[in-house]
């Protein structure tokens, strides 16, 4: 297993960084539907496991919607005279909306799930509110990139990517050696509160290294910043850990090897997203 994730993390890994830096912001959104379309597929498995027509018209919902924003939202219009365009900005509000629902739902696990896990309605919804404001953080920070500064976008894409990975390393770490509490075993007997602080101890590397390129910048804001996209990266991780619970699948797919679905690698990410954009828009734009 081991081995099967680290061939997997060398292909991937330069893939992803090769996209953020080296894509337009208008050929990025439109790498991203297939992407996302994916993750969509995956998600029909938590709406019904058993059911081929949910999974594939969960797709094709999903994939539809984001065309039509690619149409609609071109990357190259998602910022205007240093404005984000009205439609962005909803759906990154929404999702903000969203992540303070799934962590009651995640809090009150599993009597939460009594009123949504046998209605294929509300998880389609909740598939929905966890993968459009994921694609909005994505394409609005991606669309920073300008003339004058062609790497910024990708830049602070990488930034989230290094506190997710920073927040999920220092947690899996700290939790082998010194976890003993439970976070909420209910819906993730593996975390611990240990490891929660583990993680959020070693996202402040990210903060050293920002404050090391860019001495500028407040110390104390960079932290708070970092601080919440990394407790926001591990609500997305337990919001999908409990969806999967109740659909009682391990896994969201195999299209990974060692690393399991698309869904499963951008778990973190699709609450880390949003949550970053809305704090970069309201400290720095």
């Known amino acids: 297993m081991l081995k099967q994730r680290i061939i997997t993390a060398i ?3 330069p893939l992803v960084l090769g996209a953020i830096f080296y894509l337009p912001p208008f050929y990025f959104s439109w790498v991203l539907v297939p ?12 709406i019904d496991p058993s059911c081929q027509v949910t999974k594939w018209s969960f797709t094709a919902t999903i994939a ?3 065309i039509a924003l690619n149409f609609i939202v071109p990357a190259d219009n998602i910022w205007l005279r240093g404005h984000i365009h009205p439609v962005m900005l909803a759906l990154l509000f929404l999702g903000a909306f969203w992540w303070l629902v799934a962590l009651l739902l995640v809090v009150f696990f599993p009597n939460s799930s009594r009123w949504w ?3 294929h309605m509300l998880k389609s919804m909740f598939g929905q509110l966890t993968l459009l404001p994921c694609f909005a953080g994505f394409t609005t920070i991606k669309a920073l990139d300008s003339e004058a500064n062609p790497y910024m976008g990708g830049t602070l894409l990488l930034l989230v990517l290094l506190v997710v990975w920073a927040a999920d390393s220092g947690a899996y770490f700290a939790g082998k050696r010194f976890g003993k509490t439970k976070l909420i075993a209910r819906v993730s007997p593996g975390k611990t509160v240990e490891g929660l602080f583990g993680g959020l101890l070693t996202t402040l590397i990210v903060v050293a290294g920002v404050m090391y390129f860019s001495p500028e ?9 970092t601080l919440i996209t990394a407790l926001a990266s591990a609500l997305g991780d ?3 850990s409990m969806f999967k619970r109740v659909a009682k699948i391990k896994d969201s797919g195999t299209i990974l090897p060692g690393h399991g679905g698309v869904l499963d690698r951008i778990d973190s990410l699709t609450a ?3 949550v970053f954009a809305l704090l970069y828009l309201a400290f720095w734009m």
Do not use: Y
Request: charge should be neutral.
């Open 272 to 274: 880390a997203l949003p």
């Open 35 to 46: 992407v996302f379309a994916i993750a969509a597929r995956e998600w029909g498995r938590i």
């Open 238 to 240: 337990l919001s999908e």
């Open 217 to 225: 910048q407040e110390w104390k804001l960079v932290t708070a910043v």
């Open 11 to 13: 292909w991937l890994i």
């Open 117 to 119: 896990q046998g209605n």
């Open 64 to 66: 539809a919607v984001l």
